[in-house]
């Protein structure tokens, strides 16, 4: 008897072939995601085209990770708060539009289940409520630097032997650049910007999404559970229709979808870069500023928990000790524009950036961008070259699982001889190729 896949899918039981939670080891989570990948939510087995069509959309796929995150040049945004609006006459918020939507949505279901048409008893669907929706970045970059940043530096300072090379603000910053140059190359971000673009950060980020339910983005259970729902299909029918995305790691998570009838048939609406322009700011505004203020307020901290420092020397020829005790100085918050101009800060800045990005420009190059930008600042203003800079080291393309990369590793998997010896590093000056250093 031939092997009839379907069949075989429609018999599984899917809560425990396909439960996986972070408690169960590597090789078991692997493929039982591996698995629900594939038939979590269909009988049929998964294929490229069905991925793209379904409203059912992975936002874990390619750049879906940074919807809503990223404008239409893949620059980091975040979203005008004070566009954003409360669900519910609660403490929930999300854009006017996203709410509308969702008030519509929870109409269309209420008259169903009035007309006889839906059960009145399914969790989650038939009363609906906003269990999570927007969550400022913000919070979560100041808990980060403040945890990270700041709170490590004392440590920093004690294990590489720093201690007495710090007496001012100018010795602080030479120890300090050490220290952020260590963060980025660990963890991929310092700067505000980028922080918004790596795990920290999600799409509640973005005032486009809405969870009805409180259920556990760990266990794969949860989300079964919910997609066994007998009203699941018509849940995700009357989702499409009020313009949003059912997320596919998270199917209790409702996403607006910005090409959709519901949004593009707004009276108001202009295109995807006029949309970005009025709802969001670049993620990079205040970027200088907040590095200035993070310089400054962790130099404050430190004096004030290590005021001074003792250093002692030997006579070489009589053996007496000699110690003396050191000060650090004071520095007062109106010296930082003074001694420190923007050239100071937009040099540190690009060298962070290069360490925080992957396309690893040499020095030469990052002489280039920083001459190119010390004349945007001084011919135009700080804010072009704030632009210019990061679209210098906007790397989203070169990054392993995007879709330039994914296109270029398969296109290459089966040449030979290939024409690199390093596949990432090739993807790496291909993409710089791109940018104009001057």
């Known amino acids: 008897m031939a092997f009839d896949i379907k069949k075989e899918i429609a018999n599984l039981d899917k809560r425990e072939a396909l439960n996986a939670t972070n408690e169960l080891g590597s090789t078991d989570i692997f493929y039982k995601r591996s698995l629900f990948k594939e038939i979590a939510y269909t009988p049929e087995p998964a294929n490229e085209l069905r991925e793209e069509l379904l409203p059912i959309r992975d936002f874990r796929r390619f750049e879906n990770y940074l919807y809503g995150r990223v404008n239409t040049d893949f620059d980091a945004v975040v979203p005008k708060k004070n566009l954003l609006t409360s669900i519910d006459d609660k403490d929930k918020f999300s854009f006017d539009f996203v709410e509308l939507a969702f008030r519509k949505m929870k109409k269309h279901i209420q008259k ?14 038939s009363e609906m409520k906003v269990y999570n929706s927007f969550q400022d970045i913000n919070v979560e970059y ?3 630097v403040k945890d990270v940043i700041k709170a490590s530096f004392p440590a920093h300072v004690k294990k590489f032997n720093k201690r007495e090379k710090i007496t001012d603000f100018e010795s602080f910053l030479v120890v300090f650049k050490e220290h952020l140059m260590m963060i980025a190359e660990q963890l991929d971000a310092v700067t505000f910007s980028s922080f918004c673009l790596i ?11 809405i969870e009805i339910a409180d259920l556990d983005f760990a266990k794969d259970t949860d989300k079964i559970d919910f997609a066994e729902s007998s009203c699941f299909s018509y849940y995700v029918w009357v989702a499409e229709k009020y313009g949003f995305f059912v997320d596919y790691n998270a199917p209790w998570r409702l996403i607006i979808n ?5 949004i593009t048939g707004r009276q108001s609406w202009n295109g995807l870069e006029p949309f970005f322009d009025g709802y969001y700011k670049d993620a990079s505004d205040n970027d200088l500023e907040i590095l200035k203020n993070v310089a400054f307020t962790t130099y404050r901290d430190y004096i004030r928990q290590f005021p001074s420092f003792s250093t002692q020397k030997v006579d070489p020829i009589n053996g007496c000790i000699t110690r003396t005790k050191i000060t650090r100085q004071r520095f007062k918050k109106n010296q930082l524009d003074e001694d420190y101009p923007e050239k100071y800060w937009l040099s540190l800045y690009i060298d962070l950036k290069n360490v925080e990005k992957n396309l690893n420009y040499d020095k030469h190059q990052l002489a280039k961008i920083k001459k190119n930008a010390l004349e945007c600042e001084k011919y135009v203003d700080i804010s072009r070259a704030m632009r210019y800079i990061n679209s210098v080291f906007q790397d989203i393309p070169s990054l392993e ?6 296109f270029n590793q398969k296109h290459y998997k089966d040449q030979s001889p290939l024409p690199f010896e390093d596949f990432d590093k090739f993807i790496q000056e291909i993409v710089k190729s791109y940018k104009e250093l001057g």
């Open 258 to 262: 910005l090409a959709s009838p519901v």
């Open 112 to 125: 169903d289940i009035a007309s006889g048409k839906l059960q009145n008893d399914i969790p989650f669907i």
């Open 142 to 144: 100041n808990r980060w």
């Open 401 to 406: 699982g995007s879709y330039y990369w994914k």
């Open 199 to 209: 795990s920290n950060s999600n799409i509640r980020n973005t005032g486009l999404c």
